[in-house]
């Protein structure tokens, strides 16, 4: 059904679970390793692999960035509370079993404010939140043959279990109402500013391609002027802020298509596909799956002391909106040019670059631009890009200096990126510096003049303009390099008599 006619007919109702992984330096309850990339099944021992006699120890940098993550969201955080087995078979889950919290999670009952554009200005929408527990996740698995990557079609599955053990945090709101034709919005803003808090907090890189961060979509619909929720569905390991909203979108215009026609929603699990936007049925939720939890035999309650409690709250990093208003307050910016600033992830690189010595419009625009484009060309992140905060000031220093100009600017970053020193350390080996001597400009201009007959007759003749063409001359001579701004004045006094 077409979303508008849809939004007439039904309210959405959302529900997000939200997965993070913590960026520890070992796993949940071993001391193994939990860096992205490594060779398959390398990174695993007889704790993650769940063998017979192996015993769990708890990760205080887990429990701590656990904590830190509730009270950012403002939850309350348990005197005291236990971890449960939850008890299932599947093939990346050595164990068949997940460590993990079911009645008594570590944070409960908060919230996170979110603003999107609304009809008449920013909306600020929040949203609650039910619980934040801990747990373990699960290995990776490969399906081999198909198409798709998924197991309907493949010839085989093999399994990593590098994933398996590294500590998860799962986020769980509560049902999202009220927010009618602006649901996908707000569920990609709720998406969006939880990245950005578990980035200020520095307890995951929150990495969506690398699955770091995955949200599980919940939607379903309610006849308006009825109070009672529609059936849902669960979009599982949504993996971009984009898909977020886009899964919510095709959902909404789904289910009101089926109910419409009389038809009834399933409770499922379903998959999302970026090429189409659209979902596709998972496994049926409708009979509840007896996980059998128990507390876990195997590890001591968890009991935080109060004043460690305050201690990390005390803490606690400026909150990305309140840094968003104060960054766009001191560096005069639109909203437009703040949004896009958070897009490119330049916001912590150009605060750097300012804390540096640049000024923040010079330190924006390198980063925006030249830095961004490179970026884009290599197909990597902003902050990957082998140059530091530093060095981009110290290129706007030599700018501001006069040594160097825009256009060798970009010749030294061009060197920098390609690992031939420091800006400095470019500028000299390459020869970059600003021609800004008049004895030194004097013969390249009287060359320029006699080359350039037609030009100098109409400055000689009052055309000013015209010089224009006699400083590009002189800057294509001295190959950029020449002080535009002391050509043209040398230029004009020559022409003047």
């Known amino acids: 059904m077409p979303y508008d006619e849809a939004l007439a007919r039904y309210e959405p109702v959302l529900g997000i679970e939200t997965h993070i992984e913590l960026g520890t330096s070992s796993k949940m309850f071993c001391g193994c390793a939990t860096a992205f990339g490594a060779e398959p099944n390398t990174q695993v021992c007889p704790v993650c692999l769940g063998l017979p006699g192996s015993l769990p120890v708890v990760n205080r940098a887990a429990i701590e960035s656990t904590i830190k993550i509730g009270l950012a969201l403002n939850c309350s955080i348990a005197e005291w509370c236990r971890f449960a087995r939850k008890n299932y078979f599947y093939p990346d889950m050595p164990k068949n079993y997940q460590i993990s919290q079911y009645d008594e999670p570590l944070c409960v009952e908060g919230h996170l404010d979110v603003e999107i554009e609304g009809d008449d200005g920013p909306e600020v929408h929040r949203i609650a939140i039910e619980r934040v527990h801990m747990e373990e996740d699960t290995g990776k698995s490969l399906h081999v043959g198909g198409s798709t990557g998924r197991i309907h079609g493949a010839d085989h599955s093999l399994v990593d279990y590098n994933r398996a053990g590294i500590p998860l945090v799962e986020i769980v709101t509560k049902p999202i109402e009220a927010t009618g034709a602006k649901a996908p919005l707000v569920a990609r803003a709720y998406a969006t500013e939880l990245r950005e808090l578990m980035r200020a907090l520095g307890v995951s890189d929150v990495r969506m391609e690398e699955g770091s961060m995955r949200c599980d979509v919940n939607v379903s619909l309610m006849p308006r002027g009825s109070s009672q929720w529609g059936t849902r569905t669960e979009t599982k390991n949504v993996n971009s802020l984009r898909s977020v909203e886009r899964s919510v979108l095709h959902e909404i215009e789904r289910q009101a298509g ?149 256009k060798l600017a970009r010749q030294v970053f061009e060197g920098v990126l390609a690992g031939e020193g420091t800006p400095d350390e470019v500028a000299a080996a390459r020869g970059l510096k600003i021609v800004s001597d008049d004895g030194a400009l004097a013969g390249i201009i009287d060359q320029v003049i006699a080359d350039n007959a037609d030009a100098a007759d109409k400055v000689r003749a009052g055309k000013v303009a015209a010089a224009g063409a006699l400083v590009g001359a002189v800057m294509k001579a001295t190959r950029g390099q020449a002080d535009a701004g002391r050509a043209r004045e040398l230029i004009l006094e020559r022409l003047s008599g």
């Open 258 to 406: 089926i109910l419409a026609g009389g038809g009834r929603i399933i409770q499922e699990t379903r998959h999302f596909h970026e090429d189409t936007g659209s979902t596709t049925s998972g496994r049926s939720k409708e009979e509840a799956q007896d996980y059998r939890y128990f507390p876990e035999p195997d590890l001591v309650p968890v009991a935080p002391a109060g004043d460690w409690i305050e201690e990390l709250r005390a803490g606690l990093p400026e909150r990305p909106a309140a840094r968003r208003a104060r960054v766009k307050a001191d560096w005069g910016l639109t909203d437009k040019e703040l949004q896009d600033v958070v897009n490119a992830g330049a916001l912590d690189l150009i605060e750097q670059t300012i804390a540096a010595g640049a000024d923040p419009a010079a330190a924006r625009k390198w980063w925006m631009n030249e830095l961004s484009r490179r970026a884009t060309a290599l197909a990597v992140e902003l902050a990957a890009l082998p140059i530091t905060a530093e060095q981009v000031a110290r290129v706007q220093a030599m700018v501001t200096a006069g040594d160097l100009n825009d």
